[in-house]
């Protein structure tokens, strides 16, 4: 093991490897070693019209949308603000609370960045 080699995550020194990962021993964070931190990267996220979007900012809806089991659908102009950007979730990438309608997840595709 080499002292240049931290955890991606948390930045301890302290890993092992297992099948040919190196595993970090203070938060279990798996990485390839010698892997590229771009590869390790987040993709870009970006609204409707181009705009990239992060976490905390804020985002108007920019059509209707129908929620399941909801009391009728979000208004196009509807200000959502604090998203939260997630990975994985389908075609869902925006986490976030809609005022009147409470936490969901929402597509890049229909917001646009304030």
Request: charged share 25%.
């Amino acid at each position: 093991m080499s002292d240049a080699v931290v955890c991606p995550e948390c930045a301890s020194e302290h890993h092992y490897e297992l099948g040919g990962m190196l595993v970090c021993s203070m938060c279990a964070h798996e990485w390839s070693p010698g892997g590229d931190a771009q590869a390790d990267a987040a993709p870009v996220i970006r609204d409707a019209v181009g705009n990239v979007l992060a976490d905390g900012d804020t985002v108007t809806v920019i059509k209707d949308l129908k929620v399941k089991g909801g009391s009728g659908p979000i208004k196009v102009g509807t200000k959502v603000r604090n998203i939260r950007l997630v990975q994985g979730v389908g075609d869902h990438d925006i986490d976030c609370k809609v005022d009147g309608f409470g936490p969901m997840q929402l597509k890049s595709s229909v917001v646009k960045k304030v």
